[in-house]
């Protein structure tokens, strides 16, 4: 069974719900037919149900729940609740309610927040910032995390590093450069999200042009420090760097160059020193291993919700909302 097959059969286990506000993107209703028809999960849609389902001609959404800002018997009362989480900002009641009903991701983020639903889907036709605004607004982060960031899963084909081929790339989509601190809290929900996802322990390698001081360098000071902090806040994760690729990934290499080193030639999960490096890297793996990329993923949100690529299929939506299903889960 691959890692998507896995996933999607623990979301059904999970029954989870799933909101997708993007009603109005054909590429979303196609995702939910087939979500619904496979049982992945429930899923919420938002907008006006003889509108949505004249668009949908051909597909089945009859076991969908379907919310309609305008005619919502729940909307006042999520109002409510919206300015007091937003008074601080002079957010009056009236002001959240035009907000619910003109703006279906606050909507979406607030049937969460109520544990109406378990999770939201959405990017397809907004940007990251529209995605993720509402959910720092209104989920904030989870207990104990620093910051939100993301992560892609990679499944390499024909590889017997990582875990089976399976590794967790962080950050690869969201935080642009990282300082040590932020660069310890990616590792740690890296670690986490990796345990929940691909259910095996993670090791996690901090990835430089450096390993165990080849090199000297302010980038390098960054990595360390980093690891420095991660290990003393989180010492039950194993973790280790600066790391080189392939001191972390190839165990001959990591023999030679890290001998002692507890994570080197063994990491499944590889935290990059910034953006640049973490979008590069999971790109050339996924193009020229044709490696399977699923992501980005965010992490650290108290109630999972995900940004889709706004190029995303159908088919990479009901990915999505399986794993946020997943993400959903609590043990």
């Given at each position: ?32 037919d087939a979500i619904l028809s496979e049982g992945i999960a429930k899923i919420i849609l938002i907008g006006n149900?003889?509108?949505?389902l004249s668009r949908a001609d051909g597909l089945d959404l009859s076991k969908a729940t379907f919310i309609d ?256 299903a997943v993400q959903a889960i609590t043990e």
């Amino acid at each position: 069974m691959n890692f998507l097959q896995s996933i999607k059969q623990r979301a059904k286990a999970a029954g989870k719900t799933i909101v997708l506000p993007e009603t109005g993107d054909m590429r979303t209703l196609k995702a939910a037919d087939a979500i619904l028809s496979e049982g992945i999960a429930k899923i919420i849609l938002i907008g006006n149900e003889n509108e949505i389902l004249s668009r949908a001609d051909g597909l089945d959404l009859s076991k969908a729940t379907f919310i309609d800002p305008e005619n919502y018997a729940e909307l006042d009362t999520l109002a409510a609740k919206l300015a007091e989480l937003r008074k601080e900002k002079g957010m009056t009641k009236e002001d959240a309610s035009d907000l619910l009903k003109k703006d279906t991701l606050y909507l979406g983020c607030m049937l969460v927040k109520e544990d109406m639903a378990d999770g939201m889907v959405a990017g397809a036709v907004n940007s990251t910032p529209n995605v993720l605004r509402p959910c720092l607004q209104i989920l904030k982060t989870a207990p104990g995390v620093k910051l939100v960031s993301s992560f892609f899963v990679m499944v390499v084909p024909n590889c017997d590093f990582g875990e089976d081929g399976v590794f967790l790339f962080s950050d690869s989509g969201l935080v642009q450069n990282p300082n040590s601190e932020e660069l310890a809290a990616i590792a740690q929900s890296a670690a986490e999200s990796f345990r929940k996802l691909v259910q095996a322990e993670p090791k996690v390698a901090f990835l430089s042009h450096s390993s165990k001081g080849s090199a000297k360098h302010a980038d390098v000071d960054k990595v360390t420090e980093a690891v420095r902090i991660a290990k003393e806040e989180a010492p039950d994760i194993l973790m280790d760097g600066e790391l080189q690729l392939d001191a972390a990934i190839v165990p001959e290499i990591g023999k030679q160059k890290a001998p002692d080193s507890p994570v080197a030639g063994k990491a499944n999960v590889l935290v990059f020193p910034d953006l640049d490096s973490g979008n590069i890297g999971y790109k050339l793996v996924e193009r020229l291993a044709k490696a399977e990329a699923y992501g980005p993923i965010t992490q650290g949100i108290a109630k999972p919700v995900n940004d889709l690529s706004r190029g995303c299929t159908a088919e990479d939506i009901v990915g999505v909302v399986a794993i946020t299903a997943v993400q959903a889960i609590t043990e």
